[in-house]
């Protein structure tokens, strides 16, 4: 099965948990998403029959979806369906706002951490086309990647960012910083990944 159903909260394991918002996948709204950033080849009917849903854990309070894509067809979702240029538009599009919101997180990074740029180490998990890892490092951050993509990765190899296909590549690595923009949202299992994150993180590290 490409969707899996969550029975329980996917960041601290507790089985209970609160519906906070439920829309079905076939309204016109959400197919006219899902034609305006997956080509014509996504596979709609593993959608059938589901709803888009929204929990509330009522430990750890963290929201989180019903259903999800497991990781073989999330790798597949970015490879074969999301439309690049689509995806590509969006970085391309940047203006001089977005960028200095780059910059005001990488400042806040350096003043936080009361190091220089290099010689600071950071990890981006999800980092798509590497817009803001290839940022931080011309603001001379050291820096690494984490993509499930083969196609993205090897956009980041061309433009000289170092790129991993997962976590498991670098458990023996250490960085002062480990950063995420819309990633932590989609992964399968954040428990087991922020176990991982906890070995490769120094002591008084940052997770953002």
């Given at each position: 099965m490409s969707?899996?159903?969550r029975?329980k909260?996917?960041?601290?394991?507790?089985?209970?948990?609160?519906?906070?918002?439920?829309y079905?996948?076939?309204?016109?709204?959400?197919?006219?998403?899902?034609?305006?950033?997956f080509?014509s080849?996504?596979?709609l009917?593993?959608?059938?029959?589901?709803?888009?849903?929204?929990?509330?854990?009522n430990?750890?309070?963290?929201?989180?979806q019903?259903?999800?894509?497991?990781?073989?067809?999330?790798?597949?979702?970015?490879?074969?369906y999301v439309?690049?240029?689509?995806?590509?538009?969006?970085?391309?599009?940047?203006?001089?706002?977005?960028?200095?919101?780059y910059?005001?997180?990488?400042?806040?990074?350096?003043n936080?951490?009361?190091k220089?740029?290099?010689?600071i180490?950071?990890?981006?998990?999800?980092?798509?086309?590497g817009?803001?890892a290839?940022?931080?490092?011309?603001c001379?951050?050291?820096?690494?990647?984490?993509?499930?993509?083969?196609?993205?990765?090897?956009?980041?190899?061309?433009?000289?960012l170092?790129?991993?296909?997962?976590?498991?590549?670098?458990i023996?690595k250490?960085?002062?910083?480990?950063?995420?923009?819309?990633t932590?949202?989609?992964?399968?299992?954040?428990?087991?990944?922020?176990?991982?994150?906890?070995?490769?993180?120094?002591?008084?590290g940052?997770?953002?």
């Amino acid at each position: 099965m490409s969707l899996i159903k969550r029975k329980k909260c996917p960041l601290c394991n507790y089985s209970n948990y609160r519906k906070i918002f439920s829309y079905n996948y076939d309204e016109t709204k959400i197919k006219s998403f899902i034609k305006k950033h997956f080509n014509s080849q996504f596979p709609l009917k593993i959608l059938e029959g589901k709803n888009y849903e929204i929990n509330e854990c009522n430990l750890c309070k963290i929201l989180f979806q019903t259903y999800i894509f497991n990781d073989k067809f999330q790798k597949k979702l970015y490879e074969n369906y999301v439309i690049e240029e689509v995806s590509k538009n969006k970085k391309i599009n940047f203006n001089t706002l977005n960028f200095q919101t780059y910059l005001n997180e990488l400042r806040s990074i350096e003043n936080t951490l009361q190091k220089k740029p290099k010689d600071i180490k950071i990890l981006e998990i999800g980092a798509g086309w590497g817009y803001w890892a290839l940022f931080a490092k011309t603001c001379n951050f050291r820096v690494e990647t984490v993509e499930a993509s083969k196609t993205r990765q090897n956009f980041m190899k061309k433009n000289n960012l170092v790129s991993y296909s997962n976590l498991k590549k670098i458990i023996n690595k250490k960085f002062d910083v480990v950063y995420m923009d819309q990633t932590f949202e989609h992964l399968q299992s954040p428990h087991d990944t922020l176990k991982i994150i906890s070995k490769i993180l120094r002591k008084k590290g940052l997770l953002i």
